[in-house]
Each structure stands twice: as structure tokens, then as C-alpha cells.
């Protein structure tokens, strides 16, 4: 080539394959090579072994090649192989090449006539071969044999697919001469992935098999389906001079002679045989490869990038030196720490947009969940106004009463002060659940250590826990508090002389104005089948209303509902819905929509159930614990007495206006007791002495990486490696070299119109072109070397140039062209002379 620089491209990208091809699909790149395919027994081996000079491929019947070989040439001064999976081995004896091809594939494949598409990588270094790397395919099969599948023709299909599909990969595609062009299956797959016919190679084998009378003169001149990189003929050895041991060097002879003795092949004999298919090939992958270097250098730094973060967590790590040790788990906690601090403060850069987490989660126990189980505790009226009526009677005894008691108000507000420790003890158990979910989110960057992730896990969760009764002791201590003293002297108690005024509204007040409380997807699950079953509509509660739409535009208003005597209540889950559900009524047994004495809605998680609740309770509907069903009168209901019930409701109004204060200081000191005895602490915790915890431990077992992760590992820094080497083989090499421009274009209308043809839609046909009026054949121009003019446009019938679908005849090849005498008729254009041959006179 004279190009010291484009020969060197060759076994640039050999040394690629050979950097990414051990650190398997994690680095894939899309490497320049030429991939042969073609049908069974189309000459593919041959056309290797031709190269090589050497017989070193398996050969037998029915399908042989069944994993592909990726084949690079080297030039050089001494032979020899070496394949990948037996690095440091060199092979003298090509014999042992074709055993260990056996071997490999069998290892892979089995031994009964399986397929693998995992590669099978041979270098054969040869002064006889020129660089070239060549991926052989196994041949197009129709019919299973062996063990092999019903659908071996889909999978290997499918496996030449992969490789050929690749923009960066050179098509040869191998059709033998004594076939039918169009039922080529090497082109056929060509085309689908190469319309436009920029990556594929032409090559006809067996010329010398043909029927008498007939050649293949128009494929090779391009004029029949032309491509752009046009065809090349070569003569292999025969089945008999094979199995006779024939020399492959005398094979390449007799195949020179070939094309210098045949009248339709000697004016280009020149630009025919194997030496000249490997010039090309060579020629046209160098090109080739030139062309994509800078994509691929782009490519390759991208992957780096992606890496260069990952690799350096550990690129440095060695568990056998104490001190990086030492150095790695104290930057591994500190980060813990960070991350434990953010998740909790909120605050860093890595935001959750797909859910609530850490912080969030607890500030929505603290002002959703606490709140709404605060009421939930004491809203049972029927009972309520019974314990009050048997307080005032039993303490007035014997005698009537005349007064309201003291000591009734006070019983009453210490049982139901007493009721609140449940849902603040739920409370301190929810804010641990959230506090435990924190931790293992913030330890999974440790999952590289698992018993350093289980054992940070398990000393962070055990104090937690012994901050968990510190805590509830703490809840406890408070309740008890409000219990010792019951002030009724507080600037917020209503007091018996503004029980009447204020009675009954303390939880009636209404906020100013209509104002939204929530909006959100909620479904109506209580509709039955015949009225369209459930469906999904979009809400939207106010403080005086709750709405919905049939969508977020909220144009198209669907119903209104009156938030008057609404009351909630708890559905339990239907076996047939995934969904969380609750329900609405009224408290004056009217229906609530429609014809419906409940409206249930559902949600999709029990997240969304606590926010409506919590919602519907900031609007004002507060839960019910009573049945609807009417109640049966007992002898302890007690009595009609006007008195008597004048007193229950003046303690009722007491009892609310209490607990309103009670109310308003548990839910302002429980967060706060929670957040400074157990988030606080288990914050400095982490910060201060969960390092000396782990020091304790064997810090050879914390630090020992999982066999995952150290195969990850492992993996990451060979891909990685790979990639860096790759990077600098490309920045070695100079790409300030000369190329040979890609050939101009053709007629390549065939391509287009059979590409969208079916396959069944080919016909086979005469080789031979239309004569014209006069009898005469025409001769189509060759374009002269260089030209860039494409050649003139051929009319087509069914996806067939017309100027050469003439009358067919059973069994005739495609390439059939009659071999005509010297009387036949002059063409009417003249020919351009053949090229002279070397020792031989130009006739």
C-alpha cells in the first residue's frame, strides 16, 4: 500500500479485539472487521484457508463452522497460531489448529451439532497473509440435524444478524457461481442490513463448476445486480483435491491459470483469484477502519468517563495493607455519616423524586399520622356522655344533686388523658421504623463489605432501640405529668361560666373562606357493575366541600358534596382490589350519593389513605367509632333527666375544651421529646462513636469484599484497563494517511426494489441480456477507473434488471450467459481492451 501509517491500522484493531474480547460484554465495541457469510458449502473455508495458505479448518458434512471464528492475520516473518483461550501457546502444526477448533467449539456447543454465538478467537501470523481480520460465520442451514433445534435456520440467521447488523462491520458475502444470484442467501441478509450496498463485498466461488457454455462475466463486470464494492471471482479446490491433500500454493496456481485461459475471464484476470480478494479486503478494512478511528476514540473516552468514578472507590483498595484499611473504613463511616445526615436534615445534592424518604417520612408521622390517631382515641359520643352521666351520679350518691361536680370533670379528663399514650407510644414506633428504613438506605453504598453493612446496621439499630425505651419512658413521664395536675386555671379553659356560650363548637370552627385542603386520584369502588363499576376521578377537598373531575383540568365538575355530617370510617380491604379504602356517611342516616348511604374511595397505598384522612380531618370530618345501627336500650342508659343532662353537657363542653389544650401540647411535645432523645442522639451516635464501635471489631473480616463484588470489581478495573489500553493504542497510531475513496456508486435499484420484495417472491432467470432491434446485444459501458459517474440506471421488472431477465429455462443459472463465437454480431458501443497480462502480448 506504501502507507507505512494505513498498515499499521490492521493490527490496530486486532489489538482492540484482542483488549475488550477478555473483559467479555461489559465493553462492547463496535470494532471495524469483515464478517464472511454465505450458505453451507458456499466455499467460505476455502476462501480462508486460501488466505493462509494452509489447511486448518474443521471440514465435514452438514453444518461445521457452528461458532463463530473471529480470524486475524498477521504478516510476519515466522508461522505460526495462537488462539486467545490458550494464551502463551503457539501452534507450528495447523493439524493441532484444526483439533483445538474441535475441542473449543465442542466445549461450548456439545457434540452433537450445536450452535454458540460466543466467539472463538485465532491470530495466525504468516509471511503469506496480508493483515486482514475476517469473522467466519456458520452457513445459512434449512434443515436440523443432531440435537439441534427446529428453528436452527432462525437462530443462525439471527446470530449473523448480530454481527453483520453492526455499522462498523464489512459484508463478505460468498455466493457459489453455479446457484442462482437472486436466491443468494449471503446477499439476501446482506441487503437487509446494507441497502444502500456501501458495506458489502461480492465474492463468486466454484467458477469452474459451471455448466459448459456458460460464465459468470456480467456478475463480474458488475452489470448484473451490481454493488458498490463490486464482485470478485475466485476458483477453490475441489472436494477430490482436498481429500487428495493438494497443495493450496499449487491451488492458487491452477486458479491463475484459471482466469488467464478462459475467454471470459482473461481481460480481467488481473482483478480476479484469492491474492487479489485478500489486496482488496485488506485495502478496503484499512479504509475502513480509518474512517470510524475518530468515532471510535469518542466512543471509548465516554466509556472511561462513565468509569473513572467507580474505579476510583477502589482502584487503590489492598485488604492486605492495615493502614489503607484503616484509611478506607473511617472514609466509608464518615460518609455514612453525611449521608445519614441528609437523608434525616433534608439538605444534598441526590434528591428522591420517586418518594418520600428519611426526614420527609417522619415529618409526615409527626404532623399526618400522629394528629389523626390523637383523634381517632376519643371520638365515641354514646360513651363519652354515659361515663359523664355515671360520674355525676355516683358521686353525688344517695343525695340529689343540686351542683355540677368538680370530681366528675376531673375523672373524666384524667381517663381520657390516660387514652392518649397509646398514640403516642405508635407514634415514637412509627419514627423508629422510619429511623431503621434510613439506615439501610444510607448503609447500601457499604454493600461492597457485607459484614461491614451487617454490622454497622446492627450497632446503629441497637442503639436505636435503647433509645427507644429511653424515649417511651420519657412519652410516659409526660402523660403522667399532665395527669398530676389538672389546671383549670389556663388562659385557654372555657370555665363553667362560658360552658353554654362556647358549648358543642370547639371542633365546629370552620376556617375562613373556602379553602383547599388536598387534591389527588381517588376511586369510587362502591358503584355497582350495572352503573359501570368503579372509577377513577380526580378530588378535591375544601373546607366545605369535597369535589371531583373527570380529570386534573377540573373543567368538568362531576359532583359536589356537602361536608355537613359527614363522618369517616375504616373498609376493610376486598379480596378482588389491591387498594386502600375508606368511607364517607352521614350522621343523619341520609344518603350521601345518589342513591348511596356510604361514598367509598379508595387509594393506591396506605400512604395516600393517611394523607386523605389526615386531610379530611384538617376540613373538619372527623372518624366514627359507632355503629349506624340503632342500638338497643339497656338498664344502665342512663337518665332522661333534664337536670341531670344539663350537667353531662356542661362537663362534655369542660371535657373538650380541656382536652383541646392537652391535644395542642402532646402534639407539640412528642416530636420534640422523639427528636432530641432519639434522632438527635443517634445522629451524634454515628457521628462520634460509631467508629470506635467498629474498630472494635476484626477489621479484616468488615473489610472483606463479597465474592460478587470482588468479581464486580474485578470486572470494573478490567474493563477499565482495557478501555485505557485501547485509548492509547488509538493515540499511537497515525491517522494522517492517505486512503483509496470508497468506489462511486452503481445502479443498486435491484437492492431497493427487492429489499421491500419478499424472499418468496424471487424467480429464478436467464443470465442472458435483451437483444435490441437489430438482433444485436447490447454491451453496457464499464466506467472507466476513477470515474465518479454511477453507471446508467437499468429499468427493473419485480426487483430484476430488465436488460438481463430474458426467458428462463429449468436448471439454468443465474449467471448463464451463452458463450458465443467469434461470428457473433459486433456491439454496437465499443468495449473497452482488457488490461494486459504480465508476460503475455495484448491481443
Not at 495462537?82 to 495447523?94: A, V
Not at 462475466?217 to 477430490?240: A, C, D, F, H, T
Not at 489486496?279 to 465516554?302: A, F, G, S, W, Y
Amino acid at each position: 500500500m506504501g502507507n507505512r501509517g494505513m498498515e499499521e491500522l490492521i493490527p490496530l484493531v486486532n489489538r482492540l479485539q484482542d483488549a475488550v474480547a477478555t473483559v467479555g460484554r461489559c465493553c462492547r465495541l463496535d470494532l471495524p472487521q469483515i464478517a464472511v457469510v454465505g450458505g453451507q458449502s458456499a466455499g467460505k473455508s476455502s476462501v480462508l484457508e486460501n488466505f493462509v495458505g494452509r489447511d486448518f479448518l474443521p471440514r465435514g458434512p452438514g453444518i461445521v463452522t457452528r461458532r463463530p471464528l473471529v480470524l486475524q492475520l498477521v504478516n510476519s516473518t515466522t508461522e505460526y497460531a495462537e488462539f486467545l483461550h490458550c494464551k502463551g501457546k503457539r501452534f507450528t502444526d495447523f493439524e493441532e489448529v484444526c483439533h483445538e477448533i474441535e475441542v473449543e467449539t465442542d466445549r461450548a456447543t456439545g457434540t452433537n451439532k450445536g450452535i454458540s454465538s460466543i466467539p472463538i478467537n485465532l491470530r495466525i501470523y504468516s509471511p503469506n497473509v496480508l493483515n486482514l481480520t475476517l469473522i467466519d460465520l456458520p452457513g445459512i442451514t434449512k434443515v436440523p440435524v443432531g440435537d439441534q433445534p427446529a428453528d436452527i435456520e432462525y437462530q443462525i440467521r439471527d446470530m449473523i444478524m448480530q454481527f453483520i447488523s453492526r455499522e462498523n462491520c464489512l459484508i463478505l458475502a460468498v455466493t457459489p457461481a453455479n446457484t442462482d444470484l437472486t436466491n443468494s442467501d449471503a446477499l439476501k441478509l446482506a441487503k437487509d442490513v446494507d441497502p444502500q450496498g456501501l458495506r458489502t463485498i461480492g465474492v463468486i466461488t466454484k467458477l469452474d463448476l459451471m455448466d459448459e457454455g456458460t460464465d459468470a462475466r456480467n456478475v463480474l463486470e458488475n452489470k448484473l445486480l451490481p454493488l458498490r464494492r463490486g464482485y470478485i471471482g475466485i476458483v477453490n479446490r475441489s472436494q477430490k483435491d482436498i481429500e487428495g491433500k493438494k497443495d493450496i500454493k499449487a491451488a492458487l496456481i491452477a486458479e491463475r491459470n484459471f482466469f488467464l485461459s478462459q475467454l471470459a475471464y482473461k481481460h480481467m484476470a488481473e482483478r480476479m483469484g484469492t491474492p487479489y480478494l485478500q489486496k482488496i479486503l485488506n485495502e478496503q478494512l484499512t479504509n475502513h477502519i480509518r474512517e470510524i478511528l475518530p468515532v471510535l476514540r469518542d466512543k471509548l473516552r465516554r466509556q472511561l468517563s462513565s468509569l473513572e468514578k467507580e474505579v476510583a472507590e477502589f482502584k487503590d483498595c489492598r485488604p492486605d495493607d492495615p493502614a489503607i484499611t484503616a484509611k478506607a473504613l473511617l472514609l466509608m463511616v464518615k460518609q455514612f455519616s453525611v449521608d445519614f445526615d441528609k437523608k434525616i436534615e433534608g439538605s444534598g445534592n441526590q434528591v428522591d423524586t420517586v418518594e418520600l424518604s428519611g426526614g420527609a417520612r417522619i415529618n409526615k408521622v409527626f404532623h399526618e399520622r400522629f394528629p389523626f390517631e390523637l383523634v381517632k382515641m376519643e371520638f365515641d359520643e354514646k360513651e363519652l356522655r354515659r361515663e359523664i352521666s355515671f360520674a355525676i351520679k355516683n358521686i353525688h350518691g344517695i343525695r340529689p344533686g343540686l351542683f355540677t361536680p368538680d370530681m366528675a370533670f376531673e375523672t373524666i379528663v384524667k381517663k381520657q388523658i390516660v387514652k392518649l399514650k397509646e398514640p403516642c407510644l405508635k407514634c415514637v414506633d412509627l419514627v423508629i421504623q422510619e429511623l431503621i428504613h434510613t439506615i439501610r438506605q444510607c448503609s447500601h453504598k457499604l454493600g461492597r463489605y457485607p459484614k461491614l453493612r451487617e454490622v454497622t446496621e446492627r450497632i446503629v439499630s441497637s442503639y436505636i432501640r435503647e433509645r427507644e425505651g429511653r424515649t417511651k419512658t420519657q412519652v410516659l413521664l409526660l402523660i403522667d405529668i399532665q395527669l398530676a395536675y389538672i389546671n383549670t386555671n389556663h388562659e385557654d379553659f372555657i370555665g363553667f361560666a362560658n360552658t353554654q356560650q362556647r358549648c358543642g363548637q370547639l371542633y365546629k370552627k370552620q376556617p375562613a373562606g373556602n379553602q383547599v385542603v388536598r387534591k389527588g386520584w381517588l376511586t369510587i369502588s362502591n358503584i355497582s357493575i350495572m352503573k359501570g363499576g368503579a372509577k377513577e376521578y380526580w378530588f378535591v377537598l375544601t373546607t366545605e366541600s369535597l369535589c371531583w373531575f373527570k380529570d386534573e383540568e377540573e373543567k368538568e365538575n362531576k359532583y359536589m358534596l356537602s361536608l355537613d355530617n359527614l363522618k369517616i370510617r375504616d373498609v376493610e380491604r376486598s379480596f378482588m382490589s389491591s387498594k386502600n379504602a375508606f368511607a364517607l356517611f352521614n350522621t343523619e342516616q341520609r344518603n350521601v350519593y345518589k342513591d348511596y348511604r356510604l361514598l367509598e374511595l379508595a387509594c393506591e397505598s396506605q400512604e395516600d389513605l393517611d394523607g386523605w384522612k389526615a386531610s379530611l380531618l384538617k376540613a373538619g370530618i372527623y372518624p366514627d367509632k359507632c355503629t349506624i345501627e340503632e342500638e338497643t336500650e339497656c338498664i344502665h342508659s342512663f337518665s332522661k333527666d333534664p337536670q341531670l343532662e344539663r350537667q353531662v353537657e356542661t362537663i362534655r363542653s369542660l371535657v373538650d375544651s380541656y382536652m383541646c389544650i392537652i391535644h395542642k401540647t402532646i402534639q407539640d411535645l412528642i416530636p420534640k421529646i422523639i427528636m432530641h432523645l432519639m434522632i438527635n442522639n443517634t445522629k451524634g451516635f454515628i457521628n462520634t462513636e460509631l467508629l470506635a464501635k467498629l474498630y472494635s471489631e476484626d477489621q479484616t473480616a468488615l473489610m472483606e469484599e463479597s465474592l460478587e463484588q470482588a468479581q464486580r470489581h474485578d470486572e470494573i478495573l478490567r474493563t477499565y484497563n482495557a478501555i485505557s489500553e485501547a485509548l492509547n493504542i488509538i493515540g499511537n497510531i497515525n491517522v494522517n494517511t492517505v486512503s483509496v475513496p470508497l468506489p462511486p456508486p452503481v445502479d443498486d435499484s435491484w437492492l431497493h426494489t427487492s429489499h421491500s420484495t419478499s424472499s418468496s417472491h424471487w424467480q429464478p432467470f436467464s443470465g442472458r441480456p435483451p437483444y435490441n432491434q437489430s438482433g444485436q446485444a447490447p454491451i453496457l459501458p464499464v466506467e472507466s477507473k476513477g470515474s465518479s459517474s454511477s453507471a446508467p440506471p437499468i429499468p427493473t421488472h419485480h426487483g430484476i434488471p430488465q436488460s438481463l431477465s430474458g426467458p428462463s429455462s429449468a436448471g439454468t443459472s443465474v449467471f448463464t450467459q451463452q458463450t458465443r463465437s467469434k461470428s457473433t454480431h459486433a456491439p454496437t458501443t465499443p468495449r473497452r481492451p482488457p488490461p494486459a497480462v504480465p508476460g503475455k502480448p495484448t491481443s
